[in-house]
């Protein structure tokens, strides 16, 4: 009884602190939007601040994290940088209240197995990319688009490329107005709108990786721009089709066989054969 007792105190926290996050989500919008038609910096928002979001949400999917002190001092460092972000800007009034005691709906998402199992792709294609980063394969000064972990944040991630952050906030943003709104049958398809966006960020994140390492490679670099070539031709062919259950034939740069695969997988296996 006790250890039920502790699994349902446990749930009930974990749904508190992601209910903080998408709080302070909020606050960040408030000032992001406000002042993204003026912002001078190349995204027309303060990107970094996504760094931590992004990684403290995908955490939340890792059992030993969720239920350590360790989330506390995440959110409570994004808590008192969020704040110091809003002091000097202008600030729209989209309501935090609304995001609070709607437990039942942070639950769906908390418990959306396809949203998870996307959510674990994404963070897997992070470490991937951030370690292609510090590889010699890779020149950093060729990304014009690299994010250093600027914001401390739980993750080791030390390199993001911006296209995969912003798909994340996008992700993000739907998740938050399905909260807001409080619709529990989802009507506007918002939960999956975020999984098409999770999907994108974990492709795009692949797709760099091979960008900027096949002009690098030695080893078997003729039949590996091969392979990358097929995928790109399929995708382009099949567009129009639903973007998540696109399936692509995977040609192997080593065995030399061809195999039917969802198309961030394939990806993801041409990636394997380089590292």
């Known amino acids: 009884m006790k250890v039920i007792k502790n699994l349902i105190w446990m749930s009930i926290l974990h749904i508190k602190h992601l209910e903080e996050l998408f709080l302070q989500y909020i606050r960040y919008l408030n000032v992001d939007l406000a002042n993204s038609l003026i912002n001078k910096t190349k995204y027309s928002k303060n990107i970094n601040f996504l760094v931590p979001f992004r990684d403290i949400f995908l955490a939340f999917y890792n059992p030993e994290y969720a239920k350590s002190d360790k989330i506390v001092q995440d959110l409570d460092f994004l808590r008192k940088a969020i704040a110091k972000y809003c002091e000097t800007l202008d600030t729209l009034n989209i309501k935090q209240i609304n995001i609070k005691n709607k437990q ?8 959306n ?3 998870r199992q996307m959510c674990c792709e994404l963070y897997n294609s992070n470490i991937k990319f951030s370690q292609a980063c510090e590889s010699q394969l890779i020149n950093q000064n060729d990304f014009k688009d690299l994010i250093s972990n600027a914001q401390r944040s739980v993750s080791s991630i030390k390199h993001s490329f911006a296209q995969p952050l912003l798909e994340f906030n996008n992700a993000l943003s739907h998740l938050t107005i399905f909260i807001y709104n409080g619709d529990k049958d989802d009507k506007l398809q918002n939960v999956k709108k975020a999984q098409n966006h999770i999907y994108r960020a974990t492709l795009d ?4 990786i091979l960008r900027f390492t ?3 490679l030695q080893d078997n670099k003729e039949n590996i721009l091969k392979s990358f070539h097929s995928m790109r031709e399929q995708e382009f062919l099949l567009l129009g089709e639903s973007f998540i259950d696109k399936r692509i034939d995977y040609l192997c740069p080593i065995e030399k066989n061809t195999r039917k695969l969802p198309i961030v997988t394939a990806y993801k296996e041409l990636v394997k054969i380089i590292f």
């Open 214 to 216: 096949i002009p690098n």
């Open 205 to 208: 994140n692949y797709k760099m």
């Open 113 to 115: 197995d396809n949203l």
């Open 104 to 111: 039942e709906l942070i639950e769906c998402i908390k418990q």
